[in-house]
């Protein structure tokens, strides 16, 4: 077959090309970043492609997994799977399509019978046993465990008459021997394979399950890919993907291989530290940009001191000569500090919406019913609902809610634990809390939240506000041995926690009526204290 002419460097084609059979993780994340990032940074096509070939653990769930996950970092494909609708009975975007490696298997079996035709791939009708116990003896001989090429020469009239029998059959590629396979790696430099360690490796189960290093090299080619972008776990297949090239008249392709994502004591990233999937990041309450940004750090550096990227800026500024060969640290605490960063940075009414499903989770709030909403999909600006007194909360109490912590949270999904006080009617604390610990008697508790309620009580509702409130408490309480004799009480008071938003804040955004009624339950409260 004649090769196609080399895509020069200003018709970049890369692609990512995930495998359904779990949820999209972080390291997939990673591999799909760089190649978006590679793409856009020349003006070339992003390309999804779902590799579902393995058919009993690829899962639908899973699929959709990786496209919401991918839309949700702001990776959206140029061509790939078409989630929005079907045109002209296509189901993707793009011209080399169908982008599920499912939907090509005529493709593949047109392939496999070339290279058989031209006795560069052969039938090996080896049973499962036979093939284990090649493999044991060859491993017990401190051999590789390559194919030890029985079937190899079959006689054709053989061959022939197992397939009318209909026996069960691999099909296998001649590799040559003793063949020097150099790969130019864009991270890595020159790697050199030799392809008596790869011996004659399987291409496909049959003509109807083609395995991947095949399936792989013929969509390459079939979707003019010009680059490959992926993880250094995939080295291993770089030289037999490269024979298939070379076998079928393909042209070459540029690699690049990504380090390792590895933990904080450089072991293989685990679960516990962070190996999760992007869906679960989402849930935890860590935001896109966030994600975006912490990810590109995970084996790029730009060579600067520059730490925050937007991810337009990322497509500018990106280079494959800037990725490390060593592993990459996952560190938690910057992505923390990363997110923390763009959660102050959003507006009040942003960080609201943002917040309302963790509300939601927790009972706190919950959305009027007869809310429409816009096309957009940002929650409307109309009221929400608390659970237990069903009063009418405006957006400008969920943003003063927030705000509250808008400084000081790490992740969305620590909202509820911090402002649940503010969305229920009753407090359940213990009353000993309320005592301010330099207080000797019940007495000076008491005394302290009367002062509280008669002061809090004597503003007119209009002039209830921070400014007001700052005015006449610290001023209060500096007439004490120090500020907790007013304070402390004051905050358990409104709050039921020992660690809070400051009590003059948190007054401000609960408003007279609810603050002034705290306190007098306060007082009730310590009135039943036993001295």
């Known amino acids: 077959m ?15 090309a995930p495998s359904p059979t779990g949820a999209f993780h972080l390291g997939s994340a990673r591999a799909a970043l760089f190649n978006y990032l590679f793409a856009k940074r020349y003006g070339g096509k992003f390309i999804l492609r779902i590799e579902d070939t393995d058919a009993e653990r690829s899962k639908k769930e899973w699929e959709e997994n990786i496209f ?3 839309k949700w970092l702001g990776m959206e494909w140029d061509e790939g799977p078409n989630l929005n ?25 047109r392939y496999l019978k070339q290279l058989i035709k031209e006795e560069k791939a052969y039938y090996c ?26 079937c190899r020469d079959l006689d054709p009239k053989e061959v022939q008459k197992k397939l009318e029998e209909k026996k069960p059959f691999l099909i296998r590629f001649k590799c040559p021997k003793g063949k020097k396979i150099i790969v130019k790696d864009a991270v890595r ?7 008596s360690l790869l011996g004659d490796f399987s291409l496909s189960k049959g003509f109807e399950f083609p395995l991947y290093n095949f399936v792989c090299a013929v969509d390459d080619y079939e979707m003019n890919i010009t680059d490959i972008v992926r993880g250094e776990d995939h080295i291993p297949n770089t030289p037999k993907q490269i024979l298939i090239q070379e076998a079928l008249g393909f042209p070459k392709i540029q690699y690049a291989h990504l380090p390792l994502v590895l933990g904080q004591a450089r072991q293989k990233l685990s679960k516990r530290e962070g190996a999760l999937p992007i869906s679960d990041y989402k849930d935890q309450g860590y935001l896109p940009e966030a994600l975006i940004n912490f990810i590109v750090f995970l084996g790029w550096n730009p060579g600067n001191e520059k730490e925050i990227f937007s991810l337009e800026s990322l497509a500018k500024e990106f280079s494959i000569e800037k990725v490390q060969k060593s592993g990459a640290i996952f560190n938690p605490q910057k992505l923390e500090w990363l997110n923390g960063f763009y959660i102050r940075k959003k507006t009040l009414k942003e960080l609201a919406r943002l917040c309302v499903p963790y509300l939601e989770e927790r009972g706190l709030i919950k959305r009027n019913e007869k809310m429409i909403r816009p096309k957009d999909e ?26 509250l912590y808008q400084e000081r949270i790490k992740k969305l999904s620590e909202i509820g634990d911090l402002v649940d006080f503010l969305f229920v009617k009753d407090l359940d604390y213990p009353a000993e809390m309320l005592k301010w610990k330099k207080m000797a008697s019940n007495q000076e508790l008491e005394d302290s939240l009367n002062k509280c309620l008669k002061l809090l009580s ?11 409130l700052e005015k006449l408490l610290l001023r209060e309480a ?5 500020r907790g004799y007013l304070l402390w009480p004051l905050r358990v008071a409104l709050t039921g926690k020992q660690a809070s938003a400051g009590p003059i804040d948190i007054a401000a955004v609960l408003g007279k009526e609810k603050t002034v009624q705290r306190i007098k339950e306060a007082i009730e409260k310590a009135r039943s204290i036993v001295q």
């Open 378 to 403: 940002l929650l409307p600006e109309t009221s929400y609902l608390v659970t237990e007194t069903k009063e009418n909360i405006f957006d400008d109490y969920l943003e003063k809610a927030v705000s």
């Open 125 to 150: 009708f080896c049973s499962k046993e036979e093939l284990e116990s090649y493999k044991q003896y060859a491993m017990s001989q401190g051999l590789p465990p390559v194919y030890p090429n029985k």
């Open 478 to 482: 500096e007439e004490m041995p120090d």
């Open 68 to 70: 919401e996950s991918m």
């Open 85 to 109: 609708f079907e045109k002209d009975g296509k189901k993707y975007i793009g011209d080399y399509g169908p982008y599920r490696q499912s939907e090509r298997k005529e493709i593949y079996a």
């Open 2 to 16: 004649a090769e196609k002419e080399q895509t020069n460097r200003t018709n970049i084609r890369v692609r990512f």
């Open 458 to 468: 004597s503003i007119e509702e209009k002039s209830f506000n921070k400014e007001i």
């Open 189 to 195: 430099g020159e790697i050199e394979f030799d392809s």
